[in-house]
């Protein structure tokens, strides 16, 4: 028998802890801020490997101080993370409809702190990368329970304002995983980065232990292997297909599009199946919604821009201006107080006008900023670029609270899971999908703009010249060839430069989604207020509604 959630479930929580909840209990507003805070500390564990990553990425490209990695290694190191994430989620958010949020949460960050421990071991770059892909499960598992865990905690305009504060842990992650990253890189070796993670995760998980209910939802969705294989499959041909690219520095030959094209196919064929099944773990008929599928498209893009601009930053700073890690992660905090801003200041500016007329600038200047990094060079005043990252990080935390806040609202508590895990998937292919395309455009550049310069050099100098430009300086340096090391430094500010062209082209075409999508303001057609747990405490025993979880975009 379905219960209203109010007084009776509350009692029913009280007596049987262990019973998966169907319908949210009525908690006290301390208990719920704390479980805020408990989410808030899971995703700034997300958001700090994230950001130590991209300090670490210069480390360990070099032959000495970490494990000397090319370009398409660094970058399954970072996409394996973010593949695993994407294709998982939609998994991990039907087994927390199924077995309860908290257990798959709890699961997810007992697998990310193991895994953090051995990626901090690795011994050479394909290991990290399998201990990458393996943390990436566990953020998989993470993200989607959190998001509904929120989603069964809050209601009305209370959810609204606990999506914005919990949006700001991507802010606190962006600031303190650089220095972070850069103080242990000064101090430590390159996998001390990694071990950061395991006590947050352990505090993370006494808190989901004693603080939060295990929230499932009603309707429970049966697993879906084949689609998992598919889109799995789908996301791992694409993407090894565009950075063989890089690496090989051609399109036409066929172990770069048979891949990409066997991709695509894969995932097409994973829409399909998904849009046949009767309860689908991706259901991409949520995507059909107007305001739903464009938010979710325009975040994706931002990200597929976010990632790879983040990439090219990683390298300007460390290897082309010689910023130690320390000095880059000071370097970067802009970011993380333009994006900490941006999501504290971006609800008051949505009330005030429309979700319409904050995001669609914002992320036009996202974009904007992007293209910016075209006219960064080798002798650029430190100001200018601090500038930059502080108008990027502003623009980007004015979009993806707001707009995320708007999508999430519109999910009902039944498709808490499923709705979350599609928004999160989309965000991540974006991600993945932007490190490949990225970093490819940049090392078949580079080796077009190293090329003339090695007239002369012999073969097996050439060639490791070729691979990056860390490889090329350290190269130089070995054999005294200073021109070399100037060579290779212009030949990666070009390659940024044509990179960062594309980058924001996509970002922009991103803007131009929101414009067409978000309804314009004064419009809240279909609209309708929330209930509210506390205003439910005398609903009856036997009631046949579920709550809805309408929350109006202009909130």
């Not at 009305?156 to 303190?176: E, K, L, Q, W």
Request: charged share 10%.
């Amino acid at each position: 028998m379905d219960l209203a959630y109010g007084s009776a479930i509350q009692v029913l929580a009280d007596r049987c802890p262990k019973v998966f909840m169907a319908a949210p209990p009525v908690l006290p507003k301390f208990k719920r801020n704390l479980i805020l805070a408990v989410l808030m500390l899971s995703s700034l564990l997300i958001w700090l490997d994230n950001t130590v990553l991209s300090t670490t990425l210069e480390t360990l490209a070099d032959p000495v101080r970490g494990l000397g990695a090319n370009p398409g290694q660094l970058q399954w190191a970072t996409g394996s993370y973010t593949l695993a994430f994407a294709t998982l989620m939609f998994t991990a958010g039907a087994l927390g409809d199924r077995f309860g949020h908290r257990a798959v949460f709890s699961g997810g960050l007992v697998i990310f702190a193991g895994s953090s421990l051995w990626a901090a071991y690795a011994s050479d770059a394909s290991e990290l990368i399998a201990a990458r892909a393996a943390m990436g499960v566990g953020s998989a598992l993470i993200t989607p329970a959190s998001l509904a865990i929120l989603t069964w905690t809050f209601t009305g305009p209370a959810r609204a304002a606990a999506v914005s504060v919990f949006s700001t842990s991507a802010g606190v992650g962006m600031a303190a995983g650089p220095v972070l990253a850069g103080l242990l890189l000064d101090h430590f070796w390159w996998g001390s980065v990694f071990l950061v993670n395991v006590p947050v995760a352990a505090l993370a998980l006494v808190g989901l232990a004693v603080l939060v209910p295990n929230f499932r939802s009603p309707t429970r969705r049966p697993l879906d292997p084949t689609g998992m294989l598919l889109s799995v499959g789908g996301l791992v041909a694409l993407s090894y297909g565009l950075i063989r690219a890089g690496q090989v520095a051609a399109w036409s030959r066929t172990d770069v599009w048979a891949p990409i094209l066997a991709g695509l196919v894969l995932l097409a064929v994973f829409v399909l199946v998904e849009l046949r099944a009767k309860t689908p773990m991706f259901d991409p008929r949520l995507l059909a919604q107007r305001m739903f599928g464009g938010g979710n498209a325009a975040l994706g893009l931002l990200l597929f821009g976010v990632a790879a601009i983040t990439f090219y930053n990683a390298f300007y700073l460390q290897g082309s201006l010689g910023f130690s890690p320390m000095e880059a992660g000071l370097a970067n905090i802009p970011t993380a107080l333009g994006a900490l801003a941006g999501a504290l200041l971006a609800p008051r500016l949505v009330r005030l006008l429309s979700l319409r007329l904050v995001a669609v600038p914002a992320l036009t200047a996202a974009a904007l900023t992007m293209g910016g990094y075209g006219f960064l060079g080798l002798r650029t005043p430190l100001v200018w670029i601090e500038i930059l990252l502080l108008i990027q990080g502003l623009s980007i935390g004015m979009v993806i609270g707001p707009v995320t806040a708007a999508l999430i609202g519109k999910l009902s508590l039944e498709q808490a899971g499923a709705g979350s895990a599609v928004t999160s998937t989309v965000r991540q292919t974006g991600s993945v999908i932007g490190i490949a395309v990225g970093g490819t455009i940049m090392s078949i550049t580079y080796r077009r703009a190293i090329e003339p310069s090695l007239t002369g050099v012999p073969a097996p100098v050439r060639d490791q010249a070729r691979v990056s430009a860390e490889q090329a300086r350290h190269v130089a340096a070995a054999i005294h060839r200073p021109t070399l090391s100037r060579a290779a430094d212009h030949a990666f500010i070009h390659a940024m430069h044509v990179g960062a062209v594309w980058i924001a082209v996509v970002a922009l075409l991103g803007a131009a989604v929101l414009l067409l999508t978000l309804p314009a303001a004064g419009k809240k057609k279909g609209s309708m207020p929330e209930l509210d747990h506390e205003a439910a405490r005398g609903s009856e025993i036997g009631a046949a509604q579920t709550p809805q979880s309408v929350m109006d975009s202009h909130r």
